[in-house]
């Protein structure tokens, strides 16, 4: 997203170009006074000659140089980001099987035909039906493991209209029904990332907001960075008050364009059947928290309890 864009342009320029200086094996000298040139340089420069041109908003123009210069540099970085992102994508494509369309034949439009590929892959994985199936697990737990769904139960598995629709009879001819399912892996996944949630990670929304469908998150329930249960209270809290505004909003919004009594019920309907799932996806979370954290209390008790035991024997011994 642009928003992990610009912190990524950020965090590059706050440690000193790392990334920018990999992108044609620019030296150091090279992107600092790049750097320098954007930052302070071409502003100080524009504004000194304003300012013996006499121009009266030489501020403005000053101000502007420096945004725009800062903009191209980061419009630079972006497309540096696009570049390696498209690169491995079609690096992957050509170096791994594909199970839908083949190998990649070599040809003098190799470029377009990856590209071509790209898009079919994507498609593919866009329009198809797919079924969301949530675990809540306690312990250590491989983060590709292959055996993910193998003795263990969903806590919930949900289905699109979409996801239903394309499992029709009628859509058979369009739709390719895999037995067993194939599973989706996340990029998180692929690069075996799990974002850790402690107490000092954590944030209001961060629990309640994480997009369930997409990613995963494990949240520490003891020890010293173990989130604690105000924490957790607020996070729930925090949900609650989201999904009441986002209710109030937009009813908000119907009255100020004078909708009628109706339509305005209506509305409030939809918004609520559509907030149903996240609601009781909040729930959820938070009860698997607490039956999480009174596992762990249990756990460590019990094995506290013997550690005093066989401590008392050994000194009877």
């Given at each position: 997203?642009?928003?992990?864009?610009?912190?990524?342009?950020?965090?590059?320029?706050?440690?000193?170009?790392?990334?920018?200086?990999?992108?044609?094996?620019?030296?150091?000298?090279?992107?600092?006074?790049?750097?320098?040139?954007?930052?302070?340089?071409?502003?100080?420069?524009?504004?000194?000659?304003?300012?013996?041109?006499?121009?009266?908003?030489?501020?403005?123009?000053?101000?502007?140089?420096?945004?725009?210069?800062?903009?191209?540099?980061?419009?630079?970085?972006?497309?540096?980001?696009?570049?390696?992102?498209?690169?491995?994508?079609?690096?992957?494509?050509?170096?791994?099987?594909?199970?839908?369309?083949?190998?990649?034949?070599?040809?003098?439009?190799?470029?377009?035909?990856?590209?071509?590929?790209?898009?079919?892959?994507?498609?593919?994985?866009?329009?198809?039906?797919?079924?969301?199936?949530?675990?809540?697990?306690?312990?250590?737990?491989?983060?590709?493991?292959?055996?993910?769904?193998?003795?263990?139960?969903?806590?919930?598995?949900?289905?699109?209209?979409?996801?239903?629709a394309t499992a029709l009879r009628c859509c058979g001819k369009i739709f390719q029904q895999l037995d067993p399912p194939q599973r989706n892996y996340t990029l998180e996944e692929v690069l075996g990332i799990s974002p850790f949630v402690?107490?000092?990670?954590?944030?209001?929304?961060?629990?309640?907001?994480?997009?369930?469908?997409?990613?995963?998150?494990?949240?520490?329930?003891?020890?010293?960075?173990?989130?604690?249960?105000?924490?957790?209270?607020?996070?729930?809290?925090?949900?609650?008050?989201?999904?009441?505004?986002?209710?109030?909003?937009?009813?908000?919004?119907?009255?100020?364009?004078?909708?009628?009594?109706?339509?305005?019920?209506?509305?409030?309907?939809?918004?609520?059947?559509?907030?149903?799932?996240?609601?009781?996806?909040?729930?959820?979370?938070?009860?698997?928290?607490?039956?999480?954290?009174?596992?762990?209390?249990?756990?460590?008790?019990?094995?506290?309890?013997?550690?005093?035991?066989?401590?008392?024997?050994?000194?009877?011994?």
């Amino acid at each position: 997203s642009g928003m992990a864009m610009v912190g990524s342009f950020v965090a590059d320029t706050w440690h000193g170009h790392i990334f920018l200086r990999t992108f044609g094996n620019w030296s150091p000298i090279i992107t600092e006074w790049i750097s320098f040139l954007v930052y302070i340089g071409i502003p100080l420069l524009t504004m000194v000659i304003t300012l013996f041109a006499k121009i009266p908003n030489w501020w403005e123009l000053s101000l502007l140089t420096w945004f725009a210069t800062i903009l191209i540099f980061f419009g630079f970085f972006a497309a540096c980001v696009l570049f390696y992102d498209v690169s491995a994508c079609l690096y992957l494509i050509e170096n791994v099987d594909d199970p839908y369309f083949g190998p990649v034949e070599s040809s003098n439009s190799r470029i377009l035909a990856l590209m071509r590929r790209a898009v079919l892959l994507r498609q593919v994985d866009h329009f198809a039906g797919r079924m969301t199936a949530s675990y809540t697990l306690a312990g250590k737990l491989d983060t590709i493991e292959d055996d993910f769904t193998q003795g263990r139960k969903a806590a919930s598995e949900s289905k699109s209209l979409y996801s239903r629709a394309t499992a029709l009879r009628c859509c058979g001819k369009i739709f390719q029904q895999l037995d067993p399912p194939q599973r989706n892996y996340t990029l998180e996944e692929v690069l075996g990332i799990s974002p850790f949630v402690t107490a000092q990670s954590w944030s209001l929304e961060k629990i309640f907001c994480l997009d369930r469908r997409h990613s995963r998150a494990v949240a520490v329930v003891h020890g010293p960075a173990a989130l604690t249960e105000r924490q957790v209270r607020s996070s729930f809290a925090c949900a609650i008050i989201g999904a009441l505004l986002i209710i109030i909003v937009p009813m908000a919004l119907c009255v100020w364009m004078e909708f009628s009594a109706v339509l305005i019920v209506v509305v409030l309907v939809i918004i609520v059947l559509c907030l149903i799932p996240t609601i009781r996806r909040n729930k959820r979370v938070y009860g698997s928290y607490k039956e999480l954290a009174k596992h762990s209390e249990e756990h460590h008790a019990h094995q506290a309890s013997r550690g005093s035991k066989t401590g008392s024997v050994a000194s009877e011994a």
